[in-house]
């Protein structure tokens, strides 16, 4: 959800990955490559052209074949560790779900997207909308042109990520309402009890 700490939470597990040793690079969706973020000002300027769900789902995955081609291939590669700051699972629930395009025909342009590039682990940090919103507006973000749905469109992706988390393989829902240093902690527990090979003699 917006506001739930995933960028702060995606920044403070890629310091410990270094901390422990561990080669690592953190990149954003939609974003992380010059063309995504060109097509990232486009989707979520609020003083932008508006556009039809069906523009705003092949405007996120274009952003998303250029990313998982440019940067997480090339990581995971490398034997790095990707850490990104939201990934597919968005689009199921913001344009699945939230935008009334079906999450079966969502998966499937996906997979396009992605060439079937699947996260071992997603983490669904979720909190209610209003928290989210309330944080956000704390820390003084301007609303985006996705954000300005409002607080009912949200819940509505909520509950989608809620059910989602559910079912997707490697998903984990973790309750992002208690403060930062707790949300973290809860971060580590999950990969250190996914991947105990990795973090067992290297907690930091
Ligand atoms: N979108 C989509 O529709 N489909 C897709 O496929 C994809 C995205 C990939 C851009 O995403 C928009 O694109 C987004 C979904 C859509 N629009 N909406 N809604 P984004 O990730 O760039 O934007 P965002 O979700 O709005 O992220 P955000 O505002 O950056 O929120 P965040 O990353 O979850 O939170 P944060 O920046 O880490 O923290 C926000 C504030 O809360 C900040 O002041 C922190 O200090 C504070 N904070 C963080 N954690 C806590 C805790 N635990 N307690 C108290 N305060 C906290």
Redesign the pocket.
Known sequence: ???????????LFADWLGEVGISHRLG????GTPLGEAI?GV??DSRGPGMSAES??LL??A??AAFVREVVRPTLESGAVMVA????L??????GV??GLGVEEVERLNRFATSGLRADVTMV?DVPASL?QA??R????ER????A?GVSF?EV?RAAYRSLARDHPGAVLLD?????D??HRQVREVLITRFPEHFSSRRG
């Open positions: 959800m917006e506001g739930a700490g995933k960028t702060t939470q995606a920044r954003r969706e939609p974003g990232r989707l979520l705003e789902l996120m995955l952003a998303r700051d939201r990934f597919e968005s689009t199921f629930a913001y344009q939230g935008r940090l989210g944080r956000q704390e820390g003084r973000k985006d042109r996705i954000e749905e949200l992706v992002a309402s208690p403060s930062v707790e949300v």
